[in-house]
C-alpha cells in the first residue's frame, strides 16, 4: 500500500499480533496524532463520546484494537489535533470548487493529502485555531474543531482503501502546510455567512456527527421497544430538522434498518458494534444492568412509573432521588441502629452521565414536584445549592448562638451575662443539590477548606463543627442529604486520591444515569393523576416522622446473615475506596423502604429492594472507576496480560517494561493482582526436554456476581 510505512504492517508492543489497522492507529498515536475507534468499513464512532475520546495514550488504542481489530481509525480535526481538513466531495461539485479556488488565489502549498475509499479527496493544513466545521465551497466541507476524518489504512464501506499519497505518506502528517493568509480570510466569510450557520447553532448536527447521532438515537428507540418503522420515521424528521444538510435518506433508512436489528435487550444502541451483533458495544460496555423489579417496591416504584413514560429521566435516577428526598424530608427520628452507631436516613448520592445529555436535572426536577406537594415549606425553605465551604454548611442548620456579654457598672466590667446573639435554624433538615458537582469537588481540594470533613460529619452523625480560632457556629442532630450531578469524565478528572483516602467518595452512592428514551414534543405528565400516590406518600411520612428504631424480621435477618460476608468484603483499588460502606448504605435503602410501607419492620421484601439498588450502585461504580489498583506497576501488567490471552513469562513482562523495572518490582506487583484475585500464575514446560518448569501469568476475568442475583432465583420460584 503505497506511503504506509513499514511499521504498519509489523505493528509494536501489545498489538504486534494484531490487524495492520491497530498497528497504524498506534503508529498514529506514537506521532502525537490523537485516534479513536470507528465502526469497520464505516465512519460511525465506536466510543460513546466519539472524536472526544480520541487519545494517544497507548494501553487505551491497545484495548480498543484488541477488541475490534478491524476498526477504521478516526483523528479529531481541529485543536485536538491542531489539523485542519479540506473534504473535498467530487460528488457534489468538490473538484469543481477546487479548481475555481485555485484560479482564484493561485496554488495552495504542497500538503498531506488523502484519497478517501469513497474516492473523494483531503486536503491537510496546520490549524490556526479558532476554526469550528463549516463550508467553504460547493463539495468542500471544512473540518476544523468539532469534526473528525477517518484516515489510512481504514477500508470504505464498498471495499475500497484510504490512501496517503506518496512519496512523504502519512509522514507528511507530521509538518503540514500552513493555512495560506487568503485561505483563512475565506474560511472567516464563509464561517460568518449563511452556509457554515449549522457549524455553529448549537441545536444542528454538522457533518462528521450527523451519523452518530442518528445512530445514538435510534439505538435508545430500539432499547425501548420501538419497532423500525417507527424508529426510521423519527430519524427521517430529525434528520431533516437537525442535520445540516441532511444526509440521504437511504441512508437513515440503513441506520434504522441497522439499530432495529438488534433485540431490544441487547445493550448495543449508540453506535454500531464491529461488523457483529456480539461484538463488543463500545459506548456501554460494562454500563450497570438496569435496575430489576425487586428495586421499584412499593408507592416509590408506583411513582417512578407514574413519571418514566412521560419523561427522558433514567428511571434509576428517578427511584434514588426520591428515596433520598423523602429520607430528608421526614427527619431526624427514624433510625437504625448498627451496633453502637446510630443511622437516620439521610443518604447522599451523586448521579454520573456519560455526556451532559444524561437527563440528570430532569430526574430531579421530576421529584421535586411531587415532593413539594407533600410538604411545601420544606421544598421551599430547606432544598437549596451552593456548596462551598463547611462554615456555610453549618451556617444552613446551625443552632442557637449564646455569647458572654460583659455587663458595666461605673465604667467597670461587673460581671458576665450570657444572651442569644442568633437564634439559629430551628429546622434541622437540609437537601443540597449541586447540578455542577463538579464544583464541589474542586471546592474540597482548596488548601484549608472545610466542606469535606464537615460533609463527612453529615453523614455520620450529624454534629458538625470545625476548629477555627474565632468562635464559630455548630449544628447538633443536623438532618443533611446531598445530591449532586455530574458527567464521568469530569468525575475522574477531579475525584482526588486524598478524597478516596479519606472515606468523603464512600459516603455517596455512585449512579450511572441516562436519557431513556426520545420524547421530541414531551411527555404528558399533566394528564397523570398523582393524588392517590400523593396521598400514600403523605401517610408514610406522617408515620416516619413519629417512628424511631427500625429492626429486621426474621426472614430479612436470614438473608442479612447470607449477604454480610459480600457486603462487607472489601475490593481492590478504586471501586473498594467508594463502595467500602455497602453495608451502612444498603440498610439505610431498607428502612426507607420499611418506611415507604408505614412499617418499623425491614421485611425480606425491603432488603432484597435496598440490594438490589445497592448491586446498581456497585456496578456503576465498576462502570465509573473501572477496577484499576491505583498501583501503576500492577495496573500496566493487568491490562497487558488482557491483551495476551496466551500469557506472559517474567521475562516478557520484563520485555514490555523495557527492562526498566526490577525483578523486585515486578515480583511485587504480581503479587499484588494475585491477592486480589486478578491475575494467576501457571507453571509448565513449553518445550520438550525442558528441566525447569516455566511461570507464566494470566489475567483473571472480573466476575460480576452480586449477592442478590444469587438470591433471586431461589426466591423466584
Known amino acids: 500500500m503505497a506511503g504506509i510505512p513499514a511499521g504498519w504492517r509489523a505493528g509494536r508492543g501489545a498489538v504486534s499480533r494484531q490487524s495492520e489497522l491497530a498497528a497504524a492507529a498506534l503508529w498514529y498515536a506514537e506521532h502525537g496524532i490523537p485516534v479513536f475507534p470507528c465502526k469497520p468499513r464505516g465512519k460511525e464512532p465506536l466510543t460513546s463520546h466519539g472524536f472526544k475520546d480520541a487519545t494517544t495514550d497507548q494501553a487505551r488504542i491497545a484495548e480498543w484494537w484488541g477488541r475490534c481489530p478491524n476498526a477504521n481509525i478516526g483523528v479529531p480535526t481541529g485543536s485536538a489535533s491542531e489539523l485542519l481538513v479540506w473534504d473535498v466531495d467530487p460528488r457534489n461539485g468538490g473538484e469543481t470548487s477546487l479548481k475555481s479556488l485555485a484560479e482564484e488565489h493561485g496554488q495552495f502549498p504542497s500538503t498531506a493529502q488523502q484519497t478517501t475509499g469513497g474516492g473523494g479527496r483531503h486536503f491537510v493544513f496546520r490549524h490556526p485555531g479558532g476554526i469550528r466545521c463549516g463550508v467553504l465551497a460547493a463539495g468542500i466541507d471544512l473540518k476544523a474543531d468539532g469534526g473528525y476524518i477517518v484516515v489510512a489504512p481504514s477500508i470504505h464501506p464498498n471495499g475500497k482503501t484510504y490512501q496517503w499519497d506518496a512519496p512523504q505518506g502519512p509522514k507528511a502528517l507530521l509538518n503540514p502546510a500552513d493555512v495560506p493568509a487568503w485561505l483563512v480570510e475565506r474560511i472567516g466569510v464563509a464561517l460568518n455567512g449563511r452556509r457554515a450557520e449549522a457549524a455553529v447553532e448549537g441545536d444542528k448536527w454538522a457533518p462528521g456527527e450527523r451519523n452518530s447521532r442518528l445512530t445514538s438515537l435510534g439505538g435508545t428507540m430500539r432499547r425501548r421497544g420501538m419497532s423500525r418503522e417507527a424508529i426510521e420515521a423519527a430519524l427521517l424528521a430529525e434528520n431533516r430538522r437537525r442535520c445540516d444538510p441532511p444526509l440521504s435518506e437511504a441512508e437513515v433508512r ?5 439499530v432495529a436489528s438488534y433485540n431490544p435487550s441487547e445493550e448495543s444502541w449508540s453506535n454500531a458494534t ?32 407514574a413519571i418514566e413514560p412521560h419523561s427522558e429521566a433514567d428511571p434509576a435516577a428517578l427511584l434514588i432521588q426520591f428515596l433520598i428526598g423523602f429520607g430528608n424530608l421526614i427527619g431526624r427520628q427514624a433510625h437504625f441502629m448498627a451496633e453502637a452507631d446510630r443511622h437516620p436516613m439521610n443518604l447522599f448520592a451523586v448521579i454520573v452521565g456519560q455526556t451532559a445529555k444524561g437527563r440528570k436535572g430532569t430526574s430531579l426536577g421530576q421529584v421535586q414536584r411531587v415532593l413539594a406537594v407533600v410538604d411545601p415549606v420544606w421544598s421551599d425553605t430547606r432544598v437549596m445549592g451552593g456548596l462551598a465551604s463547611g462554615e456555610g454548611l453549618i451556617w444552613a442548620v446551625r443552632d442557637e448562638i449564646r455569647e458572654h456579654v460583659p455587663v458595666r457598672e461605673k465604667g467597670r466590667v461587673a460581671r458576665y451575662e450570657e444572651v442569644v446573639s442568633d437564634e439559629g435554624v430551628k429546622d434541622k433538615r437540609l437537601l443540597g443539590v449541586e447540578p455542577e458537582f463538579a464544583r464541589v469537588l474542586q471546592v474540597t481540594e482548596r488548601e484549608s477548606n472545610t466542606l469535606s470533613a464537615v460533609i463527612r460529619q453529615a453523614w455520620d452523625t450529624g454534629n458538625l463543627r470545625v476548629l477555627t480560632k474565632k468562635q464559630s457556629a455548630r449544628s447538633t442532630e443536623a438532618h443533611i442529604s446531598l445530591i449532586g450531578h455530574i458527567t464521568k469524565d469530569e468525575l475522574r478528572r477531579l475525584l482526588t486520591d486524598t478524597a478516596m483516602a479519606n472515606g468523603f467518595a464512600n459516603r455517596f452512592l455512585w449512579l450511572c444515569a441516562r436519557r431513556s428514551k426520545l420524547l421530541p414534543e414531551g411527555g404528558a405528565l399533566h394528564s397523570v393523576d398523582f393524588e392517590q400516590i400523593i396521598r400514600r406518600i ?23 446473615y447470607e449477604v454480610y460476608a459480600d457486603l ?4 481492590p483499588g478504586l471501586l473498594g475506596a467508594v463502595t467500602s460502606r455497602a453495608e451502612a448504605q444498603t440498610m439505610r435503602l431498607a428502612c426507607l423502604y420499611a418506611l415507604l410501607d408505614s412499617s418499623l419492620v425491614v421485611r425480606a421484601e425491603h432488603l432484597l429492594a435496598a440490594l438490589e439498588v445497592w448491586r446498581y450502585c456497585e456496578d ?30 517474567r521475562n516478557d513482562i520484563r ?40 511461570e507464566r501469568w494470566f489475567a483473571v476475568s472480573a466476575t460480576r456476581s452480586t449477592p442478590l442475583t444469587r438470591l433471586l432465583p431461589a426466591r423466584g420460584e
Open 254 to 258: 440503513r441506520i434504522a434498518e441497522s
Open 274 to 305: 464491529c461488523g457483529e451483533r456480539s461484538g463488543p458495544d463500545y459506548a456501554h460496555a460494562n454500563w450497570p444492568e438496569d435496575l430489576r423489579l425487586e428495586a421499584y417496591h412499593g408507592v416509590a416504584g408506583e411513582l417512578v412509573r
Open 538 to 560: 403523605q401517610a408514610a411520612v406522617d408515620f416516619a416522622r413519629s417512628a424511631e428504631n427500625i429492626r429486621r424480621d426474621e426472614e430479612a435477618r436470614a438473608i442479612w
Open 568 to 571: 462487607s468484603e472489601g475490593k
Open 620 to 649: 456503576s461504580a465498576r462502570f465509573i472507576f473501572g477496577d484499576t489498583l491505583g498501583d501503576a506497576t500492577a495496573d500496566e501488567i493487568l491490562r497487558e496480560l488482557r491483551q495476551r490471552p496466551q500469557g506472559m513469562t
Open 655 to 694: 520485555e514490555h517494561f523495557t527492562r526498566n523495572k526490577s525483578s523486585a518490582e515486578i515480583g511485587r506487583a504480581l503479587a499484588v493482582l494475585q491477592e486480589y484475585g486478578l491475575a494467576r500464575a501457571e507453571r509448565t514446560r513449553e518445550e520438550e526436554g525442558q528441566k525447569r518448569p516455566t
